[in-house]
């Protein structure tokens, strides 16, 4: 369908909306309809472009004709009005995820490094040491428990000459008083 012949039907519908017939005089005007008015607008315009006069003015005057047109224009007016408390609402949101955005932005030369596109490459190298580590670990642990052992071995060990010591320096003990006893105050 022809975009003019669209734009009369809307005006159609809103005038009936409105209760004006189309053809009907208003106020002892005749022809005097938004459809005529809008034919008059869209000449002006077509005579603004051509003489390049005030061609922002009327491209916003075609722009919000556009939109008083609109049948749909006061529930698209509340949708609007319902996303700007969205947006206001998710003020706080945006800011931290532009923030995040800016980050990551300064963050991306590094993340274009050379170093960090070998990163998935470099993972088997990673992968295989982690595996000698853990190998190297059990070895060690094996060590560590041997030594424990041998200590705890040779713990008992000394404990045991260490008594053994003990009882032979008490023997010896006895047996030099037994051999050679004390003398009391030189009088003995």
Same mark, same amino acid.
């Given at each position: 369908? &022809? *975009?003019? $012949?669209?734009?009369?039907?809307?005006?159609?519908?809103?005038? =009936?909306?409105? +209760?004006?017939?189309?053809?009907? *005089?208003?106020?002892?005007?005749?022809? &005097?309809? @938004?459809?005529?008015?809008?034919?008059?607008?869209?000449? =002006?315009?077509?005579?603004?472009?051509? +003489?390049?006069?005030?061609?922002?003015?009327?491209?916003?005057?075609?722009?919000?004709?556009?939109?008083?047109? &609109?049948?749909?224009?006061?529930?698209?007016?509340?949708?609007?009005?319902?996303?700007?408390?969205?947006?206001? @609402? @998710?003020?706080?949101?945006?800011?931290?995820?532009?923030?995040?955005?800016?980050?990551?932005?300064?963050?991306?030369?590094?993340?274009?490094?050379?170093?960090?596109?070998?990163?998935?490459?470099?993972?088997?190298?990673?992968?295989?040491?982690?595996?000698? $580590?853990?190998?190297?670990?059990?070895?060690?642990?094996?060590?560590?428990? +041997?030594?424990?052992?041998? @200590?705890?071995?040779?713990?008992?060990?000394?404990? &045991?000459?260490?008594?053994?010591?003990?009882?032979? =320096?008490?023997?010896?003990?006895?047996?030099?008083?037994?051999?050679?006893?004390?003398?009391?105050? +030189?009088?003995?």
């Amino acid at each position: 369908m &022809d *975009p003019i $012949a669209v734009l009369q039907n809307r005006i159609e519908q809103l005038e =009936a909306k409105l +209760g004006l017939a189309a053809n009907t *005089p208003i106020d002892g005007q005749q022809g &005097d309809s @938004a459809t005529q008015n809008l034919l008059n607008t869209a000449q =002006a315009i077509s005579n603004a472009t051509a +003489g390049n006069e005030k061609l922002s003015e009327a491209m916003q005057i075609a722009s919000e004709l556009n939109n008083y047109t &609109d049948p749909n224009f006061v529930e698209n007016m509340q949708q609007n009005q319902m996303h700007m408390h969205e947006v206001a @609402a @998710a003020e706080p949101v945006i800011k931290h995820h532009c923030h995040c955005m800016q980050r990551c932005k300064q963050a991306a030369a590094v993340l274009e490094s050379e170093p960090i596109q070998h990163v998935a490459q470099m993972q088997e190298v990673v992968n295989n040491m982690q595996a000698a $580590a853990a190998e190297v670990k059990a070895e060690a642990d094996e060590v560590s428990a +041997g030594v424990q052992q041998l @200590a705890e071995t040779c713990g008992a060990a000394a404990s &045991d000459a260490s008594e053994q010591l003990a009882n032979v =320096a008490q023997k010896v003990e006895q047996v030099e008083q037994k051999m050679f006893p004390r003398r009391r105050n +030189g009088l003995d």
